[in-house]
């Protein structure tokens, strides 16, 4: 499975950005997927993530605020990211993992300016 992650970019704060993860191979419904970031200088933490299921959750600093979804048809997962903060800047990678294993795509950086 490969993962591509694309959507990133500058906004200012209050503004909004869509992620997408594009994945190939046919597997992809078979796999739970999350989005995590990397800050500036920090390590990589955990944003969101939708199970096989539907099944969604987020870190509470997001709620409300961002909104993870996938198409298994098209092989793909977004992130709707509303109201962004200048904190919320960093590297997004997408990750999908199963009973197979774990894969992560490369990733987007976005840039939220004050």
């Known amino acids: 499975v490969q993962l591509q992650a694309s959507g990133g970019g500058l906004v200012q704060a209050g503004g909004s950005l869509r992620l997408s993860c594009e994945a190939s191979g046919s597997i992809f419904s078979l796999l739970n997927l999350a989005w995590y970031r990397q800050a500036p200088g920090k390590q990589r933490d955990w944003v969101a993530s939708?199970?096989?299921?539907?099944?969604?959750n987020y870190r509470d600093s997001v709620k409300g605020r961002f909104t993870i979804s996938r198409d298994d048809a098209q092989n793909t997962m977004w992130m709707q990211m509303n109201s962004l903060r200048p904190e919320d800047t960093g590297v997004y990678y997408c990750?999908?993992?199963?009973?197979?294993?774990?894969?992560w795509g490369q990733g987007s950086l976005v840039t939220v300016s004050s």
């Open positions: 939708v199970t096989t299921g539907g099944y969604t």
């Open positions: 990750s999908a993992s199963g009973q197979i294993g774990s894969y």
